[in-house]
C-alpha cells in the first residue's frame, strides 16, 4: 500500500487519503457490487422512463380515438 494511504482503526477495508482526506473502500469485491447496483438503477430508471413514455403515448391515442368517434357519431 502506497504511503500516500492510512489504514481506519476497525476498518480492514477502508483507508483515508492523506492528501484529500478521503475514506476509501478498497475491496475489490465491494467496489464491484456497487457498480454493478448502480448499473442496474440505472437500467431500472431507463426502463421506467421509457413506460412513462409509452403510457404517454397510449393516452394521447385514446384521446384522438376518442375524438375521432365522437366526430363520426356526430355526423351519423
Not at 475491496?27 to 447496483?37: G, M, P, V, W, Y
Not at 431507463?46 to 357519431?73: C, G, H, N
Amino acid at each position: 500500500m502506497d504511503d500516500r494511504f492510512l489504514k481506519v482503526d476497525g476498518h480492514n477495508d477502508l483507508v483515508r487519503d492523506q492528501r484529500t482526506g478521503a475514506i476509501l473502500n478498497i475491496n475489490k469485491d465491494e467496489i464491484q457490487t456497487a457498480r454493478e447496483r448502480k448499473m442496474l438503477r440505472k437500467q431500472q430508471r431507463q426502463e421506467e422512463e421509457q413506460l412513462k413514455q409509452t403510457v404517454e403515448k397510449l393516452e394521447t391515442d385514446v384521446k384522438e380515438i376518442k375524438s375521432l368517434l365522437s366526430q363520426i357519431a356526430e355526423k351519423l
